[in-house]
T-cell receptor, first 114, second 111 residues
Framework: DQQVKQNSPSLSVQEGRISILNCDYTNSMFDYFLWYKKYPAEGPTFLISISSIKDKNEDGRFTVFLNKSAKHLSLHIVPSQPGDSAVYFCAASARSGGSEKLVFGKGTKLTVNP | AAGVIQSPRHLIKEKRETATLKCYPIPRHDTVYWYQQGPGQDPQFLISFYEKMQSDKGSIPDRFSAQQFSDYHSELNMSSLELGDSALYFC??????????FGDGTRLSIL
C-alpha cells in the first residue's frame, strides 16, 4: 500500500511560470516531509523539507506547503527554469529531520519549456 | 564538498551469482541507509546502520545482508541473485537530524 502518493507522473510548464507538485500521504505517524530532485544517472538531491509543526517553508524559489489535516503537501517553484527539469520525489519520515528511513512517492517528472 | 560514493556504478551478474555493493558515506556522517529502486518505482528502504549497528530493517530479502565497518563504509551483499533484483541501489548517509544525502547509485542488471 502506497503511503506516499504523487498522483501526477508528469508536469509540463513554461519557463517563468509557477510549477506546483503535489503529494498526499496516509500515515499519521509521519512527522517530517522532504522533497528530493533527481536528474538521470544521478542520485536524489535534497531540495527542501518541512516539519509537521509548520505549514510553510520557503527557500529561494522553492516553497513547500503542508496541510496536515488533509495529509497533503505541495512544492511550489517560482519562477520555473529549464534547469528545474527533473524528477521530483516527495518523501516522508516518522522522525524529525528525516533521520529515520524515508518513504517515497513514485515521483513527478517536471519539464520546464524555454 | 564530499558526497556519498557508491561503487561500482554498474554491475552485471547472472542468476544465482553473488554481488557486493559498496558505499562510502560523507565524512562525519554516522548513519547509512540502503534503498532499492526498481524500474518506474519509488526507492524502497532496505536497511540502515547507525554507528556500525543495524538500526532499522525494511523489505530486505533474506538473501541480502549488509554491514557497516569501523571506517563507516557499508557493504550490501546479495546472494542467489534473481532477475527481480535488477534495480538501482542507492546508499544515503546522514548525521543527527539532518536530511539524508544520496549517492548516485549502483545499477545492478541480472541476466
Amino acid at each position: 500500500d502506497q503511503q506516499v502518493k504523487q498522483n501526477s507522473p508528469s508536469l509540463s510548464v513554461q519557463e517563468g511560470r509557477i510549477s506546483i507538485l503535489n503529494c498526499d500521504y496516509t500515515n499519521s505517524m509521519f512527522d517530517y516531509f522532504l522533497w528530493y530532485k533527481k536528474y538521470p544517472a544521478e542520485g536524489p538531491t535534497f531540495l527542501i523539507s518541512i516539519s509537521s509543526i509548520k505549514d510553510k517553508n520557503e527557500d529561494g524559489r522553492f516553497t513547500v506547503f503542508l496541510n496536515k489535516s488533509a495529509k497533503h503537501l505541495s512544492l511550489h517553484i517560482v519562477p520555473s527554469q529549464p534547469g528545474d527539469s527533473a524528477v521530483y520525489f516527495c518523501a516522508a519520515s516518522a522522525r524529525s529531520g528525516g533521520s529515520e528511513k524515508l518513504v517515497f512517492g513514485k515521483g513527478t517528472k517536471l519539464t520546464v519549456n524555454p | 564538498a564530499a558526497g556519498v560514493i557508491q561503487s561500482p556504478r554498474h554491475l552485471i551478474k547472472e542468476k544465482r551469482e553473488t554481488a557486493t555493493l559498496k558505499c562510502y558515506p560523507i565524512p562525519r556522517h554516522d548513519t547509512v541507509y540502503w534503498y532499492q529502486q526498481g524500474p518506474g518505482q519509488d526507492p524502497q528502504f532496505l536497511i540502515s546502520f547507525y554507528e556500525k549497528m543495524q538500526s532499522d530493517k525494511g523489505s530486505i530479502p533474506d538473501r541480502f545482508s549488509a554491514q557497516q565497518f569501523s571506517d563507516y563504509h557499508s557493504e550490501l551483499n546479495m546472494s542467489s541473485l534473481e532477475l527481480g533484483d535488477s534495480a538501482l541501489y542507492f546508499c544515503a548517509s546522514g548525521y543527527s537530524n539532518q536530511p539524508q544525502h544520496f549517492g548516485d547509485g549502483t545499477r545492478l542488471s541480472i541476466l
